[in-house]
């Protein structure tokens, strides 16, 4: 099952524990994270402990521990991106730019700079991914991610209506 390749894989890849209900290996969250995105019911329940992500869209477990417990999508104070369908999700819970707002934005202007907002923001020091985004890291990569898929869909129904 080893590989050279699979040795140089970061720490959230091969032997992290796994989601006990999806089997999803999940990437080490802050705990600061976990007490800032819980309800007030669940927050009750956090242990000192190390909590991973489950990314699984399948999957309603967003945090568990080592010890099998979990906090679910209904626990957190918001909807988790990872597991919502596509179309109208929070790509960046920071400043607010959701794939709605993105896929009007390409509708009105043919492209979409959330990316280069975002990218602003995090050089003007305004970003608090670690409290404000379930997964706690920055989003950048997802809202890059996301836009581009956005354009892409949009150049296709363009190419479509030309064709
Ligand atoms: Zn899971």
Avoid at 9 to 29: F, I, Q
Avoid at 72 to 87: F, H, I, M, N, S
Avoid at 141 to 160: K, L, N
Wanted: glycine letters at 10%; one cysteine or more.
């Amino acid at each position: 099952m080893t590989s050279s390749c699979e040795s140089r894989e970061p720490v959230a890849g091969s032997g992290a524990p796994r989601c006990p209900r999806s089997g999803t290996k999940g990437p080490a969250v802050e705990l600061l994270t976990v007490k800032a995105l819980l309800g007030a019911l669940a927050l009750r329940s956090v242990r000192q402990g190390l909590y991973r992500f489950c990314a699984d869209p399948t999957c309603a477990v967003v945090y568990f521990d080592e010890a099998g417990q979990v906090f679910e999508t209904a626990d957190l104070r918001v909807p988790v991106w990872q597991k919502e369908a596509p179309g109208a999700r929070m790509m960046c819970y920071c400043f607010g730019e959701n794939e709605a707002a993105m896929a009007r934005e390409v509708a009105e202007t043919g492209r979409c700079d959330a990316a280069l907002r975002v990218r602003a923001d995090i050089a003007a020091g305004r970003c608090a991914c670690q409290v404000r985004n379930p997964r706690g890291t920055c989003c950048l990569g997802d809202v890059v991610r996301a836009a581009a898929h956005i354009e892409a869909q949009a150049g296709a129904v363009r190419q479509a209506d030309c064709g």
